[in-house]
Structures are given as structure tokens and as C-alpha cells.
């Protein structure tokens, strides 16, 4: 089974709109972590926000918020106020918390392609 | 600008040579990662080494190897390369192998296989 899955290849967002994008994943382990990275088209990997499995409040970095549904195994970005800059490719990553520093590698997910139209 | 340096940025070569890719973390990170993003595979984990020791393996082909350096610095080896090598190749750093700690990312080597 996918460890993250997100079911969106490609969105479509107009400027200054909210968007979502999903991610669903799949662990057994109660501590874990879970991230957000953009990738622009220059290739680079840059941070977004991260959740901890054990928060109790869902993460806000900026106009970047996680919606954080444990229950659900979701962990969904939303972005408020698009810009034409937020253009990119957004990968959800999980890091698990047991066993040996290997599994705290990020297993991620296939990414979602969004693109802001003005 | 994420503190973490890969050189060379992009890298053309041709079947069967062997490339070494070279990776600096940030200041203070003992422990690295390396990834590889491809086309039909995604990102993938391929190795961690935390303070100079190899601490996993992931899906790293025999071909492939690293190392870290005392000064923390490592580098990727790939021998024997294939077509299907081409790939962009990252790593990224962190101080610890916490739950927490975030994995800053370099701006990748772009290998290219003829």
C-alpha cells in the first residue's frame, strides 16, 4: 500500500482564491511527522510547514495551514490568497517515528502540480 | 537559500562512466540524506549517514555508494551508469534524526546519461 498518496495530479487555482490539496497517508506508528515541500520549476525542494502526529493544533506557517485530520489520516495544505509565485510542484512527505534512523527518512507522496491563473 | 550545497548543478555523461556528486550540509547538521527524484520512480530515499557512519539504506542500487567525511561533507558515487540513471539527485540535512527536525534540501544535481 501507498505510504502517501496524493489524488490530484494537477490543480487549477485563480489568484487571491484559497486552495487545497490533499494528502492521505498510511502508517502504523503513533509518533510521526508530516511535511510539505514546493517545487518550482528551477528544481529546488523548499520547506512549506510540518505537523507532529502528537500536536494538538493543526500548523500555520504564513498563508500556509495544514488541516490535520488524525482520525481520517489526512494532512491536507491549504493555501489562502494565491499567488502566481505559489506556481509549483507540492510533494506531502511522512516521517515515522519507530525503529531504526532509516525509517526517519520522508517516504513521499507523487506530488500535485498546481498552477495559479491570474 | 537552504544552507545545503550540491555540486556539480547539472551533470551529462554517457553509459558505463562513473560520476561522483558532492553534497555540503548545513552548518552544524550531522546527518544526511540522499534522494533521488526520477520521472517513473519519484522521490526516493537512497541513504543516510549521520556523524560520518552509514545509518540506512534505502532503495540504492550496488552501483551506487556514498560516504561522509569528517569535515561532514558527502559524496555520491554511481557506477556503471545506465540510461535510466538520469535523475535529479538531492540531499538534505538535519542536525539530528528527530522526529521533529525538518530536512533541508540542496538544489539537487541534474544527471543527464547518454
Known amino acids: 500500500a501507498q505510504k502517501i498518496t496524493q489524488t490530484q495530479p494537477g490543480m487549477f487555482v485563480q489568484e487571491k482564491e484559497a486552495v487545497t490539496l490533499d494528502c492521505t497517508y498510511d502508517t502504523s506508528d503513533q509518533s510521526y511527522g508530516l511535511f510539505w515541500y514546493k517545487q518550482p520549476s528551477s528544481g529546488e525542494m523548499i520547506f512549506l510547514i510540518y505537523?507532529?502526529?502528537?500536536?494538538?493544533q493543526n500548523a500555520t506557517e504564513g498563508r500556509y495551514s495544514l488541516n490535520f485530520q488524525k482520525a481520517r489520516k489526512s494532512a491536507n495544505l491549504v493555501i489562502s490568497a494565491s499567488q502566481l509565485g505559489d506556481s509549483a510542484m507540492y510533494f506531502c512527505a511522512m516521517r515515522e517515528g519507530k525503529g531504526d534512523t532509516g525509517r526517519r527518512a520522508l517516504t513521499f507522496g507523487s506530488g500535485t502540480r498546481l498552477q495559479v491563473q491570474p | 537559500d537552504s544552507g545545503v550545497t550540491q555540486t556539480p548543478k547539472h551533470l551529462i555523461t554517457a553509459t558505463g562512466q562513473r560520476v561522483t556528486l558532492r553534497c555540503s550540509p548545513r552548518?552544524?547538521?550531522?546527518?544526511v540524506y540522499w534522494y533521488q527524484q526520477s520521472l517513473d520512480q519519484g522521490l526516493q530515499f537512497l541513504i543516510q549517514y549521520y556523524n560520518g557512519e552509514e545509518r540506512a539504506k534505502g532503495n540504492i542500487l550496488e552501483r551506487f555508494s556514498a560516504q561522509q567525511f569528517p569535515d561532514l561533507h558527502s559524496e555520491l558515487n554511481l557506477s556503471s551508469l545506465e540510461l535510466g540513471d538520469s535523475a535529479l539527485y538531492f540531499c538534505?540535512?538535519?542536525?539530528?534524526?528527530?522526529?521533529?527536525?525538518?530536512?533541508?534540501f540542496g538544489p539537487g544535481t541534474r544527471l543527464l546519461v547518454l
Open positions: 505537523q507532529g502526529s502528537y500536536d494538538e
Open positions: 538534505a540535512s538535519t542536525r539530528t534524526s528527530g522526529i521533529r527536525e525538518t530536512q533541508y
Open positions: 552548518s552544524g547538521d550531522l546527518s
